[in-house]
């Protein structure tokens, strides 16, 4: 049974969580966007929390949250740990904020008990993962690998605000060097671990609290826009109809077939629109998004090279032209081998049985796998692992097993 300190790491985190989820754009739903005033008070609640616990803050060029607990040796190696703040529109409470909550709360104990670890522990809230506001998501990680794209500083949100602008308004410098500043050296890290929730039914359906990630999904998207010929639906007889529409429809049943081929591979139209669509007229034009992800880069291009041609061959034989645009190419983010060994001999000596398995969301270490190591644990999403929703949700007991899991981590890495 664990003792009083160590369920007070599920607790913390709980109520923590459920404390920052005060703050958000708008009211009744959680919702908190790149360097709005919630998301500005976030950052704020967190850094508090981080002082509390005994780490140095600072606040960086792109509004990320850095919390240092500093070891010994100032030329130790540093191992990162986190994940992000901001959400997507009526999101859930525990998705990143996870990450970043339960090391503040590790930290907290190691401070108390004055226990200092053999290399620098930075707890980096990001600010920006979803790319809801100006729609690009990792900026705040892509600005520490040193791959922040210096253009999206012009770019507006649905209000005419650049990037630059909001930046600037909310205290942070908006000019390149300075962002440029944050790229990390590689050879003075030791490694970046992310403790997220599941945002799955997996290890709910298993009945495991913890899981083991060993890649991170790649993805590719595409646009695709569907030209037929817009005529009357009274007047125009089946076999002579060029209905996009009905083209994009068979198009979406072929790429939901070819993506259930493979374990890790998911296919999905998450976006379809008939512009100027009428319910008396054959539509002549439709649009759809295609996201197609895999555990890893192999199964994802087959999958995609197979879709392509195969949607080519439906606009053929529908007499549809059929335009295609790759809109993001993500390569897969493979974990490393001894993070996950370590995280899975945590995992048994917290008495849990160990799970690996792929992630089919996109996290902030896919972006950090550019230049260091990355490991990944998961906790049990319940109600029936639904995300991104404010039925999100995890228990206090899981919390707490994977702080204790991540504290035992911290003990025993070497960098």
Request: hydrophobic share 45%; glycine share 10%; net charge negative.
């Amino acid at each position: 049974m664990a003792s009083p300190s160590e369920v007070a790491f599920g607790r913390t985190i709980v109520e923590r969580a459920k404390a920052l989820a005060a703050h958000s754009d708008q009211p009744g739903a959680l919702t908190v966007t790149y360097l709005t005033p919630a998301h500005r008070a976030t950052a704020a609640q967190i850094a508090a929390w981080m002082r509390e616990a005994g780490l140095q803050v600072h606040v960086d060029a792109v509004g990320n949250v850095v919390g240092r607990y500093a070891a010994a040796d100032p030329d130790a190696k540093t191992l990162l740990a986190g994940s992000h703040f901001d959400t997507v529109r009526d999101g859930g409470m525990f998705d990143g904020r996870l990450g970043i909550l339960l090391p503040i709360a590790v930290v907290e104990d190691l401070h108390r008990r004055g226990e200092r670890l053999p290399y620098h522990l930075e707890v980096v809230a990001f600010a920006e993962e979803e790319g809801v506001r100006f729609k690009s998501s990792f900026l705040a990680s892509s600005a520490l690998v040193g791959a922040f794209d210096m253009a999206l500083l012009d770019r507006a949100d649905a209000d005419g605000v650049t990037l630059r602008a909001a930046m600037r308004a909310a205290g942070l410098p908006g000019d390149e060097a300075a962002i440029a500043a944050l790229a990390r050296d590689p050879a003075r890290l030791a490694g970046y671990i992310e403790v997220h929730i599941e945002q799955g039914p997996v290890l709910l359906e298993r009945g495991l609290p913890l899981g083991i990630v060993t890649s991170i999904a790649g993805s590719v998207r595409m646009s695709a826009t569907v030209t037929g010929v817009a005529s009357h639906a009274g007047t125009t007889p089946m076999p002579m109809r060029r209905d996009a529409a009905a083209a994009a429809a068979e198009m979406i049943l072929a790429i939901e077939r070819r993506c259930a081929q493979a374990p890790t591979l998911v296919g999905t139209v998450g976006i379809v629109g008939v512009p100027n669509g009428a319910a008396n007229v054959v539509p002549g034009r439709c649009e759809f998004s295609i996201d197609i992800r895999a555990g890893d880069d192999a199964t994802r291009d087959a999958a995609v090279d197979d879709v392509v041609r195969e949607l080519h061959a439906i606009a053929g034989r529908r007499g549809v032209a059929l335009d295609l645009a790759q809109t993001m190419r993500v390569p897969c983010a493979p974990c490393a081998p001894r993070l996950m060994a370590l995280l899975e001999q945590c995992v048994v000596r917290a008495g849990a049985k160990p799970l690996r398995l792929a992630s089919g969301a996109g996290h902030d270490a896919m972006i950090l796998q550019r230049v260091t190591d990355v490991g990944m644990l998961f906790v049990r999403c319940g109600d029936g692992g639904i995300s991104h929703n404010p039925r999100e949700t995890m228990t206090v007991e899981d919390a707490d097993l994977a702080a204790r899991v991540f504290l035992d981590f911290l003990r025993h890495f070497k960098p």
